[in-house]
């Protein structure tokens, strides 16, 4: 069985920083692209990270400069380091895996940027 588990969402002020992580399980973890999307009230999903190996990185323009994402292929997890945080940084993230014949998806985790 399949399993993408969130954590590390919480309630946070602008210019602060939260570190979310995604463990795997029931995949082989390291073949697969990891991705961070987010969803805001009333938009579309939206991706903001996608790591293949640390060499193979992309960012949402939004987010350049600001967050991180990596991973652990030894521990099934991957990581989004979100820094400078802003009030329109909130929304539901979701962990989402990868591959041309396969996509998981995990059920989510809230960051909220207020003051």
């Known amino acids: 069985q399949v399993q993408l588990v969130e954590s590390g969402g919480a309630l946070v002020q602008p210019g602060g920083s939260l570190r979310l992580s995604c463990a795997a399980s029931g995949i082989a973890f390291s073949i697969y692209y990891m991705n961070w999307y987010r969803q805001a009230p009333g938009n579309q999903r939206e991706l903001v990270a996608s790591?293949?190996?640390?060499?193979?990185?992309n960012y949402a323009n939004s987010v350049k400069g600001r967050f991180t994402i990596s991973r652990d292929n030894a521990k099934n997890t991957v990581y989004l380091q979100m820094n400078s945080l802003k009030p329109e940084d909130t929304a539901i993230y979701y962990c989402?895996?990868?591959?041309?014949?396969?996509?998981?998806w995990g059920r989510g985790t809230q960051v909220t940027v207020s003051s």
């Open positions: 790591i293949a190996s640390e060499h193979n990185i």
């Open positions: 989402n895996a990868y591959t041309m014949t396969r996509r998981y």
